[in-house]
């Protein structure tokens, strides 16, 4: 079956730092990939998304992931962070052996990411 | 649209009674998803219905969880007795039939806190 490691769990940048959260997952076929961001208090929801094409992927609010197959990668960037992206970050990749034909999602435990003003 | 509504927002019982979590998905979307988020698993996928019926329930702790979808557009998830390990903050989540286009539609959670 598929899995998703995030390895870092706690991130703490000071605005204006560039971010980087690393995402790699296990299942060596055909993937579909999302970056999801839980604010606090409140529910995922979905920053970008890959399944074909440009392995860049622009998202919401500045942030870019890219898909770089060859190290199972689909790491998440931005540029520069603000105290309002605060928030928890969660790697997904769709698990074909679940679910049948459309599989389901397989998040990564998921990191924190903390943005001092 | 409303989004996907879940009920109630917060739940505090006590060890070994049943709670019921609700869960009304977008309309037109045919798959929902039931997580479970915990500090130590992080988001766990509990069940799994498409077109109301149960796909994969693989991911139901044990038998004391048990989950329905009478009709598209209501599902709840039981636990009878509930035990204090069940407190995590549950959510559903609802999909169009291409979850890998579209990706899924989560609710604002349940907080369920069993003491």
């Known amino acids: 079956a598929q899995s998703v490691s995030q390895h870092n769990h706690h991130v703490i940048l000071s605005e204006a730092a560039s971010l980087e959260l690393g995402c790699n997952y296990s299942y060596g076929g055909t993937v579909n990939l999302f970056w999801y961001v839980q604010y606090p208090g409140q529910h995922l929801q979905l920053l970008l998304k890959y399944f074909s094409g440009d392995p860049l992927v622009k998202g919401i609010k500045g942030f870019e992931a890219e898909f770089i197959k060859s190290k199972f990668s689909f790491n998440l960037r931005k540029p520069s962070v603000q105290w309002s992206d605060t928030a928890e970050y969660f790697c997904a990749v769709r698990d074909p052996t679940r679910g049948g034909s459309q599989g389901n999602l397989i998040f990564g435990k998921g990191t924190k990411l903390s943005v001092k003003p | 649209d409303a989004g996907v509504i879940q009920s109630p927002r917060h739940e505090v019982t006590e060890m070994g009674q049943e709670v019921t979590l609700r869960c009304k998905p977008i309309?037109?979307?045919?798959?929902l998803f039931w997580y479970r988020q915990t500090m130590m698993r992080g988001l766990e996928l509990l069940i799994y219905?498409?077109?109301?019926?149960?796909?994969?329930d693989s991911g139901m702790p044990e038998d004391r969880f048990s989950a329905k979808m009478p009709n598209a557009s209501f599902s709840t998830l039981k636990i009878q007795p509930s035990e204090p390990r069940d407190s995590a903050v549950y959510f559903c989540?609802?999909?169009?039939?291409?979850?890998?286009?579209?990706?899924?539609?989560f609710g604002s959670g349940t907080r369920l806190t069993v003491v």
């Open positions: 989540a609802s999909s169009l039939p291409r979850t890998a286009l579209y990706g899924y539609t």
């Open positions: 219905f498409n077109n109301n019926v149960p796909i994969d």
């Open positions: 309309s037109g979307h045919n798959s």
